[in-house]
């Protein structure tokens, strides 16, 4: 198991613990333990799907919290082969059933769907993105404005929307922001330091926020810019003097970017926009669950 799925697998048992799956008494008080039971999953309304494959290990490790024969039955998630993680679908949809012990898909039915609910709104408002800037060649990136815990997860459901990853984590890359600017020294400083000690492979941006920090940087050595906290007209500058400077490296845009005015930045000429309304700011889509008897 890598370090991955042992993080998500270690967030999904949090949830149920935190739900109290196995200890769920109103089930166990009310319904024959040895109850089958078809769970639907339905769409109710247009959105992005991200989180399918989340279904099946909720149950899996569901069974290893729950001691009760009744939790280790058989079971199947099954979704029609055209649905899968990115794709849209719209209201009234399934997006799959699930066939298990009827305690088992109660007990875990409110984990399996805020988790969905909360990947499929991320993927959704992504694709939003995504779709406002096609034709252009710029791409949309996240941020690390992620729910504590949830980041594995969030950023993947951005990848399912259309959406690219920026860094994983403050060790994966090196972006000298404004405060390391203004607290090391200066971008010389910093940039010459950065560097000098990076790991191999590692690129080194600068963000900027005027044409005398891009000079700066581009004067140094930055391996890439970001333009922060500029108008659509700022970056169309910027950019134009980053490319007469001879310097093919990679511009990202952030800061103050929303639906109504992405385009604008993308026909700016960058090659990525940062949003952090992606993870932060994105509206759970409406996903219901019913569940019927199975009597056979």
């Known amino acids: ?49 991200a989180g399918l494959g989340a279904i099946a290990r909720i149950l899996e490790i569901y069974a290893r919290l729950d001691k009760r024969s009744s939790a280790h039955t058989r079971f199947e998630v099954v979704s029609h082969p055209e649905i899968f993680d990115g794709v849209r679908l719209r209201k009234g949809q399934v997006l799959a059933v699930i066939r298990h012990n009827a305690q088992t ?37 996240d941020t690390r404005k992620t729910v504590p815990g949830m980041r594995l997860l969030e950023k993947y459901a951005v990848l399912s929307g259309g959406g690219v990853n920026h860094r994983m984590d403050l060790a994966a890359a090196i972006l000298l922001k404004n405060n390391h600017i203004a607290l090391g020294g200066g971008i010389p400083t910093v940039l010459e330091r950065a560097l000098a000690g990076r790991r191999p492979g590692q690129r080194v941006q600068v963000e900027v926020r005027t044409t005398r920090e891009l000079d700066e940087a581009l004067a140094h050595g930055a391996e890439s810019i970001l333009l922060d906290n500029m108008t659509p007209a700022e970056v169309k500058a910027a950019v134009e003097r980053i490319h007469s400077s001879g310097r093919a ?22 090659d990525f926009i940062s949003v952090g309304a992606l993870t932060h700011s994105a509206r759970a889509v409406d996903i219901s669950m019913s569940i019927v008897a199975q009597w056979n």
């Open 249 to 270: 490296i990679p511009i990202e845009a952030s800061g103050g970017i929303v639906l109504d005015n992405i385009r604008a930045y993308a026909e700016a000429g960058v």
């Open 105 to 141: 898909l109660l007990s875990c039915e409110r984990v399996i769907l805020n988790l969905l609910q909360h990947l499929s709104g991320i993927a959704t408002l992504t694709r939003k993105y995504a779709d406002a800037i096609e034709g252009t060649h710029a791409r949309v990136l």
């Open 1 to 49: 198991m890598d370090w991955k799925t042992h993080r998500i697998d270690a967030l999904l048992e949090q949830a149920l613990e935190e739900d109290q799956a196995a200890r769920d008494t109103t089930t166990q008080l009310t319904v024959d333990p040895a109850l089958r039971a078809s769970a639907s999953v339905i769409a109710r309304e247009d959105l992005v799907v």
